[in-house]
């Protein structure tokens, strides 16, 4: 979760070294980091499992929907090339200099 909020942290201040893990990848773009910060906080909660509960059970299960829905969304635009904007959503501007 913390690499992913570092991502987001990057795509809203504007700091382009936050955007890759190393400059010699491409950067991260927001809603990946979106997904992760999600998949990661749902695992959280289902990670001691001697204190699960049905509500943290169901807690879980919220940003793993919503997870799911971002891939099935992505996927469409992938597919049929529609352009859902999720990206411009979170960073309306791009950092000075993003290594796409």
């Not at 891939?71 to 999720?86: D, K, P, V």
């Amino acid at each position: 979760m913390s690499i992913s909020a570092a991502v987001l942290t990057g795509w809203a201040v504007g700091i382009p070294w936050l955007l890759a893990l190393s400059p010699r990848f491409v950067t991260m773009k927001p809603a990946t980091a979106i997904g992760f910060f999600l998949s990661g906080f749902s695992l959280l909660l289902l990670v001691t499992e001697s204190s699960l509960t049905t509500v943290r059970r169901r807690l879980s299960q919220g940003p793993a929907i919503l997870v799911a829905l971002l891939g099935i969304a992505t996927t469409i635009e992938f597919a049929t090339g529609l352009t859902l904007h999720f990206d411009d959503l979170r960073a309306p501007a791009k950092p000075a200099r993003c290594n796409e």
